[in-house]
T-cell receptor, first 113, second 113 residues
């Protein structure tokens, strides 16, 4: 069974500082990996995705993520955080031929001025 | 492009009642998946509809049922509502059952009292 763990429930970061959100997954082969962002009361917006190839993927809003097979991780990073990045971030895994996405519990990011 | 649209945005129901939530997929998409997101948690997969049939189901009781129409729109029905059914219900659309890029709607916030 596939599963996703996001170890950090809350992260507080100062505006302009760097941000890294952790994601560990459990899956038998190479999965499809995703990061979504959710603003309060909103749906999910796709930030980036990894299917295969280059293990460093670029997404929208200046985010990037690195797939590390040996660590079963897919951590999300941003070099300089803006106040508008305050939101909840979800990592998700899906089977290449599967139908569903399995989400982690999310990390809430607070941005200090 | 209107993206994925869900209705209604908010709903209050009484325990034991039945509810129907609606979803229109993004233009060009033919697959609709439904997720339940309880407060403070990540979304949980309920089921997916493709070609008007339920293709995969998550760990949800039979009280949760759905339907897909020829125009690819979908309904989620929940019978005999419980307090624990209070959640944000998210609809995601994609093409050809693939996980490659699922677009999410804004969700329907269901409160059971």
């Amino acid at each position: 069974a596939q599963s996703v763990t996001q170890p950090d429930i809350h992260i507080t970061v100062s505006e302009g500082a760097s941000l890294e959100l952790r994601c560990n997954y459990s899956y038998g082969a190479t999965p499809y990996l995703f990061w979504y962002v959710q603003s309060p009361g909103q749906g999910l917006q796709l930030l980036l995705k990894y299917f295969s190839g280059d293990t460093l993927v670029q997404g929208i809003k200046g985010f990037e993520a690195e797939f590390k097979r040996s660590q079963s991780s897919f951590n999300l990073r941003k070099p300089s955080v803006h106040w508008s990045d305050a939101a909840e971030y979800f990592c998700a895994v899906g089977a290449p031929a599967g139908n569903k996405l399995t989400f982690g519990g999310g990390t809430r990011v607070l941005v200090k001025p | 492009d209107a993206g994925v649209t869900q209705s209604p945005t908010h709903l209050i129901k009484t325990r034991g009642q039945q509810v129907t939530l609606r979803c229109s997929p993004k233009s060009g998409h033919d697959t609709v998946s439904w997720y339940q997101q309880a407060l403070g948690q990540g979304p949980q997969f309920i089921f997916q509809y493709y070609e008007e049939e339920e293709r995969q189901r998550g760990n949800f009781p039979d009280r949760f049922s759905g339907h897909q129409f020829p125009n690819y729109s979908s309904e989620l029905n929940v019978n005999a509502l419980l307090l624990g059914d209070s959640a944000l219900y998210l609809c995601a659309s994609s093409f050809g059952q693939r996980n490659t890029e699922a677009f999410f709607g804004q969700g329907t916030r269901l409160t059971v009292v």
